[in-house]
């Protein structure tokens, strides 16, 4: 299983589907890397050289900011929002969503499950 960037990739897929699973890297940029490389796409990852890893990881490391360069970088942008408390910093501090979705009914993944209030209106009439 050839390793990249820390990332075990895929042996028995093609480079190009390999790729995608480094943070950052999607379809097309996996597929741009092959080009610029001059890698067959639909060769399986198992099949690659060492001296193709290397160019790979060269091309990575110096062109693409992937994997813990970009986590760090995500995490400082969203911490700057945080220290100069604008509205999206303040969203992301309470775990609410921060594009301006709809929060009244739906938004259960960023709020997390259900909380049930007492002393609403359904549940006293249900009591009596």
Do not use: F, W
């Amino acid at each position: 299983m050839p390793r990249i960037l820390g990332v075990d990739i895929p042996n028995d897929k093609p480079v190009y589907v390999s790729l995608t699973y480094l943070y950052g890297i999607g379809n097309v940029t996996a597929l741009n890397i092959c080009h610029k490389l001059e890698i067959n796409p639909q060769l399986k990852a198992k099949d690659l050289t060492d001296d193709e890893l290397s160019r790979i990881v060269n091309l990575l490391d110096t062109e693409y900011s992937v994997e813990g360069q970009l986590r760090r970088a995500t995490q400082q942008d969203i911490a700057r929002l945080r220290d100069i408390q604008s509205y999206r910093g303040i969203r992301h501090r309470r775990g609410l969503p921060v594009r301006g979705q709809n929060t009244q009914t739906n938004a259960r993944t960023r709020k997390g499950g259900k909380k049930t209030v007492a002393g609403k209106k359904g549940v006293k009439d249900a009591r009596h």
